[in-house]
């Protein structure tokens, strides 16, 4: 690890060498060639659009990107007839003949008025209005702005909306029903995708949501089932804007959230804060048999979990453009949270015969401190040369926490009488260092090639006792006194090539990660190395037929690296009979996945079906078994593999401006195999997944949405979980002439979203029923300044990852 900074400074040196290489001078001193980008519908200026100046041969002479009022000057133009290409993401390109005077002139081509484009690399965009949902064959993007059921919520609301992704009610996430899924930020990873830190963000300060299902070379190869990248927000009209935002709820969920942001010249300053004040109540419901087949006893338990988090977020930083081509950003992220937990079980045990035995009841009180913080940096160098550039990344992160429980256990009957008391504490902290640079460089006005290198380095520490109290003493329970330290160095680089012959795109990569990891504890009981080099090829293809009509293949090699949560060994005793404990022996799973796909546009409706194939190896699923004090224990295992075949379609119909409806279906089957301490894990099945939303404008700026999800059964060879429904409802008012919205929304209003799951062994019959959050109603109130409707562009500059 000693070695990092030597290595990321390399990286950033031998790319700034490449950074600083002149661009292909003109021939002769040629001529200046000016004009300005607008849009046409609402002649504002379109920053940043790529301006091209091709010959008879459409060879390039010659090109440069607007700056931020739209205008752009070429410089060392050779005289006589060419073409002027202007192109920008979500509009069509316009082309337009040029004769360039002779050397020493001047050409002003006065405004180049760009249109809205129908159906642009595949992505969908409804003329005139943003849509809330744009679907992309690689790539689907939801705009938040769109959505009133997440404006009073956080992260976790936006997500749980969007095509193809489920969140559930333990904040876990998945795609597609997998959930091994790398979620970014602008881009890049954080820590706030981690644990409860995506609750910590306001869904107001969320632009969009991209899924990346079969992601190219330049993202990591992390994530089996694909990537969910979370664009946070920045304005970028000239002078102060910002916006807050006010929510109550029942169960007591108080928030208030700022931003603001200040442009002017060379500078673009961005900040956001807020604090919330949120109460959960969770149920939970066991009955199990044990000792099948010979003397079965029975457990009943009930438990009532009362939960409140207080959070804090800081998020400020900085653009600075140092001149038309050259940009840094800097920023930091804080992110603090504390919480208390407190929990009620009754256990009512039973003979075989279905006599009482015995009763007891635990009380458990928790108290958990965190702190996370993240700078981030970024350089941004564009050349003359149209699309050519360079960009730098560093992100550090630190973060620490520490938790304490209490547990008082207390015999209920055939004799009343107090047990001796538990208490845990655990406190950990980490270091992760990235950094990363990328190169774009334009072969020709249809092909570019992309380069580059990251290095990533993550340290993590981490400390559990427990303790049992005897009389006036505390002693060490069940040895349980350990320390772990995990190291983890992620090295990789990548090319890819791209490049349109007609109708056909085509984007060719290659991928490789060499990863170093450590593992070892204090007290000896875990001690790994593991060191594995991979090669990640990518191939995406796509063929345009006509106007609105688009097929396209795609084909990536994906890793899960079994996250630091998995591997941690140690348990908490809340609970006297379940457990769950991490596996410091799993292995990462690879997945080779397949997707073909077909966008069909009409004037109202958009048709996306695709069909996707994922052969994984050493497939991570959950193995639960009785330990020797009869304790279920639940721990993540490497099985031989799975397949997957699944159908997805999502459907976009807007019959009316101010009404439309949004379905998505996916259905799959799969098939495990493998075996663990000699049991049989194979098993197949089919499961589906299904969203239906609709939303209404009304007159008087009033707007209501309705939306329901449902999630099939979830099977394997040991667990049934039965199918969750869910329905929610909103329903806003525009106000102070649209500078102000009003939403009143209502997630699980049934309370439906429960987890109920049966799963079965040898010698035990396990059911559980989770409700883990009650029904939830909310009030906000968001008011904006020098913002056109709320919307935004990214928050940091990033570099081409995005």
């Known amino acids: 690890m000693k070695n990092i900074p030597a290595l990321c400074l390399s990286i950033l040196l031998c790319q700034a060498v490449a950074a600083q290489q002149p661009t292909t001078p003109a021939a002769g001193p040629g001529s200046t060639v000016s004009g300005t980008v607008r849009d046409r519908a609402s002649g504002t200026a379109v920053p940043y659009a790529t301006v091209n100046l091709l010959d008879a041969a459409a060879k390039l002479v010659g090109g440069g990107i607007s700056d931020d009022q739209g205008a752009f000057r070429l410089e060392g133009v050779p005289a006589g007839e060419l073409t002027l290409e202007v192109r920008f993401m979500g509009y069509q390109t316009v082309s337009q003949p040029l004769r360039v005077p002779a050397a020493g002139g001047k050409l002003d081509v006065g405004p180049v008025l760009l249109a809205l484009d129908v159906t642009q690399l595949a ?39 969007v095509p193809s992704v489920a969140v559930n009610p333990t904040g876990g996430i998945s795609l597609r029903g997998n959930p091994n899924v790398t979620v970014l930020i602008n881009g890049r990873r954080s820590g706030l995708t981690q644990s409860s830190g995506l609750d910590q963000i306001p869904a107001t300060q969320i632009e969009r949501v991209e899924v990346i ?19 946070l927000k920045k304005t970028k009209k000239p002078g102060l804007g910002g916006q807050l935002r006010l929510v109550g709820g029942l169960p007591n969920d108080s928030r208030l ?53 207080d959070g804090r977020i800081l998020y400020f930083g900085a653009d600075y453009a140092i001149n038309e081509r050259n940009t840094i950003t800097a920023a930091f992220l804080k992110n603090d949270t504390r919480d208390r937990d407190q929990t009620n079980l009754r256990y009512e045990y039973a003979t075989a015969g279905g006599q009482p035995d015995s009763t007891r009841r635990r009380d458990g009180d928790s108290r958990e401190n965190r702190s996370y913080n993240q700078l981030e940096f970024n350089y941004t160098r564009l050349f003359a040369q149209a699309g050519r550039k360079y960009t730098a990344d560093v992100q550090y992160d630190f973060w620490n926490s520490d938790k304490d429980w209490t547990l008082t256990t ?10 001796p008391g538990i208490r845990t504490g655990s406190v950990g902290d980490s270091r992760d260092l990235r950094v990363q640079t990328d190169w774009v460089q334009p072969l020709s006005a249809r092909a570019k090639l992309e380069v580059g290198l990251k290095a990533e380095s993550r340290q993590v520490t981490s400390d559990f006792r427990a303790e049992e109290q005897r009389g006036a003493e505390w002693a060490v329970f069940r040895g349980i006194n350990n320390s772990l330290r995990y190291d983890e160095l992620i090295s990789s680089g990548y090319a890819q090539f791209g490049s349109k012959l007609n109708k056909l795109s085509y984007l060719l990569g290659l991928r490789a990660e060499l990863t170093r990891i450590t593992l070892a504890d204090r007290a000896g009981e875990f001690n790994n190395r593991k060191r594995y080099a991979r090669l990640f090829p990518t191939l995406n293809l796509s063929y345009q037929f006509r106007e609105g009509l688009t097929s396209q293949l795609n084909y990536s090699r994906r890793i899960d690296r079994p996250s630091l949560w998995l591997l941690y060994p140690f348990n908490e005793l809340t609970d006297l009979n379940a457990q769950s404990v991490g596996n410091p022996d799993l292995d990462p799973a690879y997945t080779d996945a397949l997707e073909w796909g077909l966008l069909r546009n009409w004037a109202k409706v958009t048709f996306n079906p695709s069909v996707y194939f994922q052969r994984t190896t050493g497939f991570i699923q959950t193995y639960t078994y009785r330990d020797p004090t009869g304790t279920f224990i639940s721990t993540p295992v490497n099985l031989r593999g799975e397949t997957r075949l699944g159908l997805e379609l999502s459907v976009l119909y807007n019959p009316a401006k101010w009404l439309n409806f949004n379905t998505e279906l996916n259905l799959f089957r799969f098939r495990q195999q493998g075996t663990y301490r000699e049991q049989d894990f194979g098993f197949a099945d089919q499961t589906v997944t299904g969203r239906f939303s609709t939303q209404l404008k009304l007159p008087a700026s009033f707007a209501v949405q309705a939306r329901y999800s449902v999630t099939g059964p979830q099977n394997n060879a040991q667990a049934r979980t039965r199918a969750i429904h869910n329905a929610d409802l909103a329903l806003s008012k ?40 009650a029904a939830r109603y909310r009030l906000s109130f968001q008011y904006r300044f020098n913002l056109k409707d709320g919307r935004a562009i990214r928050q940091a500059k990033g570099s081409n990852r995005e």
């Open 410 to 419: 207390r015999r209920l009957s055939p004799q009343d009488g107090a047990l």
């Open 734 to 773: 525009n106000l102070l002439q649209n500078r102000a919205t009003l939403t009143l929304d209502g997630t699980n209003l049934f309370d439906t979203n429960q987890t109920r799951t049966r799963t079965q062994g040898q010698t035990f019959d396990f059911n559980q029923v989770s409700n883990r959050n």
């Open 123 to 161: 992505e969908v965009t409804v003329t005139g209005e943003k849509p809330g949902i744009s679907l992309q064959l690689d790539k689907k993007v939801f705009e938040v702005g769109k959505d009133i059921l997440s404006q009073s919520g956080s992260a976790n609301d936006v997500l749980n909306g």
């Open 257 to 309: 959230n700022a931003g603001l942001t200040y442009k002017s010249g060379k500078f673009n300053v961005f900040a956001t804060a807020g604090f919330r004040l949120s109460d959960y109540l969770g149920r939970y419901r066991t009955d199990q048999t044990t000792g099948l087949g010979s003397r079965p006893a029975a457990l009943s338990q009930r438990q009532v979990e009362y939960r409140h988090d």
């Open 213 to 231: 299902t079969n992601p190219s070379a330049r993202y990591d190869a992390a994530g089996t089932a694909g990537i969910i990248n979370v664009i």
